[in-house]
C-alpha cells in the first residue's frame, strides 16, 4: 500500500525518473551530433526541464515533510531558511 | 529591532514592491503605447517577473513558517500539500 | 481580416492583456492588505508570470518579424544577439 | 580565430557542456542513492538547469541565423513560428 502524499516520490520512482533523465541528455548530445533540426533538440532540452522541475519539486516535499516538519527549534528554522534559499534558487535556476 | 528571518518580509515591504511593480506594469502598457523598442520591453517585463518571483517567495517562507509549521496532524499535511503544489505551479509559472 | 501569426498580438490585445496584468497585481496587493491565504495569493502570482510571459513571447515574435528580419547587415545581426539576450533573461527571469 | 557571436557555441563547446550535464545527472542519482541532504541535491539540479538553458540559448541563437535568417518567403514565416513556439515551451518549461 503506498499513503505517501502526492508530490513525495518513492527512491524506485526517483531512480527510474533520473535514469530516464540521463538517457535523454545523451539523447540530445546525439542530436547535436547529427546535426539535427535546432527546433526538434529544443523540444527535447524543454521535456528535460520539465523532468528535472518533477525530481526538484519531490525533493522540496520530502526535505518539508522529512528534514523541516520533522526538526525543533533553531535547526528547524535553519532548515526553513535554505529550503526557501533552495525554493529561490530553483525558481530562478541558478 | 528586525529578527525576521532573510526571506521573510514584513507587510509594508511587501506592500511597497507591491506597488512597485503595479508602476512598472503600467510603464510597459506606456511603451507598447509609444511603440518603443521591443527589446527594451522585454527587460521591463523580466525585471517585473523577478519581483514577482520575490514576492512570491517572501509568501512561501510566510505560509511555511506560519501555516505549515504552525499546525498540527492533519491540517498539517494539508498544508504542506498546498504549498508544495503552489511551489510547483510557481516553477512551471501556470 | 486577420492574417497575422499565431503568436503576434495586436497592440488593442497587448493593450488589453497589459491593463488586465495591471489589475490583477492591484488585486493581489488588496489580498496582500485583507491578509488573506498565502496558497491563494501566490496562485494568482503563478497567473500574473504567465500572462506576462504571453506578453513577452508576443514581443519577442514581433521583434524578429519586424526587426531582425527587417534589418539587413551588421543591423542585423546586432539586433539578433539583442534578442537572444533578451530571451536569455526571460528564461532565467533576471 | 573565432568571430561568432557571443551566443552562438561552437559544435565542440555542445558536445563538451553536453557531456558535463550527463555526468551531472549520474551525480545527481549518486546522491539520491546516498541519501544526501536534499538542499545539495536541490543545488545540483538548478546548476543542470542553468547549463541546459544555456545550451538551450545557443541553439536559439544558431536556429535565428542559419534557419530564419537563411530562408526566404512562407518558409521563413514558418521558422519564425516554430522559433516562436520553442521559445515559449522553453520560457513556460513544458
Chains 1, 2, 3, 4 share one sequence.
Do not use: F, W
Not at 17 to 26: A, D, T
Not at 34 to 55: G, H, N, P, T
Not at 63 to 92: K, N
Amino acid at each position: 500500500m503506498n499513503d505517501r502524499p502526492g508530490y513525495a516520490p518513492t527512491k524506485e520512482q526517483m531512480r527510474n525518473r533520473l535514469s530516464r533523465i540521463e538517457g535523454q541528455v545523451r539523447g540530445v548530445a546525439r542530436m547535436v551530433e547529427e546535426e539535427r533540426y535546432c527546433i526538434d533538440v529544443l523540444a527535447q532540452i524543454s521535456a528535460i526541464q520539465a523532468a528535472l522541475d518533477k525530481v526538484a519539486i519531490g525533493l522540496v516535499s520530502d526535505h518539508t515533510r522529512e528534514c523541516v516538519i520533522g526538526a525543533e527549534g533553531v535547526q528547524r528554522a535553519e532548515r526553513t531558511e535554505e529550503l526557501i534559499e533552495a525554493i529561490d534558487r530553483l525558481v530562478a535556476r541558478r
